[in-house]
């Protein structure tokens, strides 16, 4: 039995179609308002709880095997990256999981202090690693997932806000593979007990995503470059009436301000070590969009 926390984003529901599709009994942790009718028709045992609350963590994670801990903070970076996932990793030592996969982040280990998911994330890293458990931590670039909004956004207007440096390099991957390497994580040897940085194949700019929209569409792009003045100016009014969207607006202007990109040589471990070529952010992007 696997149990996916973060079922409904867009890792977990892509970990639970894998799973599924080899006949793998998954328990998906879902919030009661959350919209789970795919997971749930694809057989998985839907657990309604908070990760919120030790209680049901406690009740989910008994009889697993496997935990995939998958889900995001929702601005709440102390409760949800960090002690949901020690509860959770704590549970697992007392059942006896045989493997624990979490999803950090790129860049966790640089010591961003104004980034809160940075510094649970990494937290977190160190304590797993540390828990006797077996163990992969895949700390993702950006997904290709989150751009879909945007590039259906500049189907209809051409329109691309690009916030910060456009020379900034990044590596955007595949959703689809890295939920594949989630899953092969826990069966490919050379996987038990590490670290992997997870990127597509390419090392793009940053403006380079207006271009291969472009391309796809066949239009020109209209790129509108804001200074990240604009964000520190929105920070510096929220810190007065709301300090957790504040703290919240530190990630962010984290991943505006600075490089995140897979080496070369760390794509080329990712796709040794799993066994498969990586996407092209295009190819990804022409698939959902059916372009």
């Known amino acids: ?65 496997y935990i995939i ?38 860049g966790a280990e640089r010591g ?52 910060g440096d456009p020379k900034n390099r990044t590596s955007i991957v595949s959703t689809d593979d890295l939920a594949r390497i989630v899953v092969d994580s826990v069966t490919v040897p050379e996987a038990r007990n590490q670290i992997f940085s997870v990127g597509g ?16 569409f066949k239009k020109e792009p209209i790129v509108v470059n804001s200074p990240l003045l604009v964000i520190d100016g929105l920070r510096g009014v929220l810190g007065l009436i709301n300090p957790e969207a504040k703290q919240a607006l530190g990630t962010f202007r984290a991943l505006l301000s600075n490089e995140f990109f897979c080496r070369k040589d760390e794509i080329a471990k990712l796709e040794q070590t799993f066994n498969f070529p990586l996407e092209t952010l295009e190819s990804f992007l022409r698939r959902y969009l059916a372009v």
């Open 201 to 216: 194949p390419e090392i793009l700019l940053r403006e380079d995503i207006p271009q291969i929209f472009s391309h796809i």
């Open 112 to 163: 961003y202090e104004d980034a809160p998911v940075f510094k649970a994330k990494r937290a977190v890293e160190n304590y797993l690693a540390a828990s006797g458990l077996n163990y992969t931590i895949l700390r993702p670039a950006g997904l290709a997932s989150n751009l879909l909004p945007l590039a259906e956004r500049f189907r209809e207007t051409g329109l691309y806000l690009l916030i």
């Open 1 to 65: 039995m696997f149990l996916v926390t973060g079922a409904t984003g867009d890792i977990g529901r892509r970990v639970i179609r894998l799973l599924r599709e080899h006949d793998h009994s998954v328990r998906a942790f879902v919030r009661l308002t959350s919209r789970y009718g795919e997971l749930e028709h694809r057989g998985a045992d839907i657990f309604i709880g908070d990760l919120r609350c030790e209680q049901d963590i406690e009740k989910a994670c008994q009889g697993v095997q």
């Open 69 to 106: 801990s998958a889900h995001g903070s929702d601005n709440d970076a102390l409760t949800l990256d960090y002690r949901a996932n020690i509860a959770l990793i704590d549970q697992a030592k007392a059942n006896g999981v045989q493997h624990f996969v979490f999803i950090s982040v790129l």
